[in-house]
Antibody
């Protein structure tokens, strides 16, 4: 089973861009799974952000679609999240995860806290 | 898309059973057999414990079971143990625009 680890800045200024990377170990990013991002607000609500296949096929949460960009870096065996024009409402713990299908999230990274503040 | 509704808390003594409900609509829980449950210990990542309403991934104790009736799914934890104290979240497929809709979460306390 693949292991996932998020990394990136823990503090982002309002109106800036949040960027996180999820390193995949113990397996290939080219495996046919949906590489996924989920966030958890300080109030503990979970929100699906989007997912990407290694082929580049992407699905986004409609409520975030205009600000989100997902990508895969096969050379680094990793995938990334960019969220633009952030506000305090984007402060959350961001998890990367993967799904082998059937709308389940099989395994999750440990999560990365990102705070939006000046 | 609104979050699925779960009770904020549930509790039971060791050895007892606790059941958590997850109520949605015909557009999510009631419309698909793609309900999952996740266990999250404090400060940790969620862990998949039930998928497709009632399937347990390898390694998940059979004390955990899932079911669904209409627009409401349920998770039952039998033979409660101290390590079951955690937050539990349901999720459901909600159609092509909402592949994952999560529940509001339930904190289970082992008395």
């Amino acid at each position: 089973q693949e292991q996932l680890q998020e990394s990136g800045p823990g503090l982002v200024k309002p109106s800036g861009t949040l960027s996180l990377t999820c390193a995949v170990s113990g397996g290939s990013i080219s495996r046919y799974v949906y590489w996924t991002w989920v966030r958890q607000s300080p109030g503990k609500e979970l929100e699906w952000i989007g997912d990407i296949l290694h082929t580049g096929s992407i699905n986004y949460n409609p409520s975030l679609k205009s600000r989100v960009s997902l990508s895969v870096d096969k050379s680094k065996n990793a995938f990334s999240l960019n969220l633009s024009s952030v506000t305090a409402a984007d402060t959350a713990v961001y998890f990367c995860a993967y799904s082998t299908g059937w709308y389940r999230l099989d395994s999750w990274g440990q999560g990365a806290l990102v705070t939006v503040s000046s | 898309q609104s979050a699925l509704t779960q009770p904020p808390s549930a509790s039971g003594s060791p050895g007892q059973s606790v059941t958590i409900s997850c109520t949605g609509t015909s557009s999510d829980v009631g419309g698909y057999d793609f309900v999952s449950w996740y266990q999250q210990h404090s400060g940790k990542a969620p862990k998949l414990i039930i998928s497709e309403v009632n399937k347990r991934p390898s390694g998940v104790p059979d004390r955990f079971s899932g079911s669904k009736s209409g627009n409401t799914a349920s998770l039952t934890v039998s033979g409660l143990q101290a390590e079951d104290e955690a937050d539990y979240y349901c999720s459901s497929h909600g159609g092509s625009n909402n592949p994952f809709v999560f529940g509001t979460g339930t904190k289970v306390t082992v008395l």
